[in-house]
């Protein structure tokens, strides 16, 4: 009985010290959401206004730019996905990777080959151990990524698509990017989204409607979407980078609640069953020694 006594505090002592380490985790979560969720507010109107600039210039001009017209057969597809570094943020990382497999399967069966780019070492491991081949990686950045990061990424997924099928590049013919969206501390989605060609679905502003403004492009069109749609590509991918670290840390923020709400209840029940464990040893040594005192008088009782 003892040694079931010993087992049950040494699971209790190994339960707190899990616990104090996810509590740890969680507070830190929860203090770095807060900066993520500000960077995320500060990217989200350039990058919306930058989405409007390049609109209107590619709805309101005759050209045709190879960032915004789609090829007739396109052969290629650029998938870039972006997951986290560290793991204990629940099904975080693997949501956004199932919606990369859903993605990729409806290429497929476009007949699109599709190439997997790929931000954060959960999916670079998930795609290794498959031995899958990998257009790009980056790693290290995913809880707190920084323009320059974002940059790094877009003007790699630019100069593939602009690479002809005969380059090193082996050029493609369309760019999208599989993120999660930060809704709020306990809802967050992952969204796939065409970017290349160009494809505007964020725009709230109203369709016009009537006479349609006319622009004026200087020095012209085509130079104007060759200095605007690099800048656009790196703020949306940067913005979604945002997105994806505040979701990374919400959904470990909440992963490690859960794991240490848990730990208490562990704690709690093997509380009881240690205390049972205690008690049925103290019946035992009790019943033992009125057994034994039992025992001495009948033996006094015989002798006399």
Do not use: C
């Not at 099904?91 to 476009?110: D, F, H, M, P, V």
């Not at 082996?170 to 809704?183: C, K």
């Not at 709230?204 to 349609?212: F, M, N, R, S, V």
């Amino acid at each position: 009985m003892g040694a079931q006594l010993r087992v049950y505090r040494r699971r209790m002592r190994s339960v707190k010290a899990t616990k104090k380490i996810t509590k740890a985790m969680e507070l830190i979560s929860a203090s770095r959401i807060v900066k993520a969720q500000q960077k995320v507010w500060a990217s989200t109107p350039y990058a919306n206004e930058l989405t409007r600039a390049v609109s209107a210039l590619a709805t309101y001009s005759s050209t045709d730019h190879p960032l915004t017209t789609a090829e007739e057969d396109p052969q290629r597809a650029a998938v870039l996905i972006i997951s986290a570094d560290r793991g204990m943020a629940g099904a975080y990382s693997n949501n956004a990777i199932k919606e990369g497999e859903q993605l990729a399967t409806l290429l497929r069966e476009r007949g699109l080959q599709v190439r997997p780019y790929l931000v954060g070492r959960k999916a670079v491991n998930y795609y290794k151990f498959r031995n899958r081949d990998v257009a790009g990686t980056w790693t290290g950045f995913s809880d707190s990524p920084t323009y320059e990061d974002a940059k790094e990424v877009a003007d790699a997924l630019i100069k593939a698509f602009l690479a002809d099928a005969s380059s090193e590049d082996f050029g493609i013919d369309e760019i999208h990017i599989i993120y999660t969206e930060f809704q709020s501390m306990m809802t967050q989605n992952p969204l796939a989204k065409r970017m290349l060609p160009l494809e505007v679905v964020e725009t709230d502003a109203p369709i016009p409607t009537g006479l349609l403004p006319m622009y004026e492009f200087e020095p012209d069109a085509n130079r104007v979407l060759d200095a605007l749609l690099p800048r656009y590509i790196a703020a949306r991918i940067f913005n979604a980078m945002l997105q994806s670290a505040a979701s990374e840390h919400a959904a470990r923020r909440r992963a490690m609640k859960s794991a240490t709400d848990n730990a208490d209840d562990l704690i709690k029940s093997l509380t009881r069953l240690a205390n049972a464990a205690r008690q049925a040893e103290i019946t035992q040594e009790i019943s033992e020694i009125v057994g034994g005192a039992d025992a001495l008088a009948s033996a006094s009782a015989g002798s006399e």
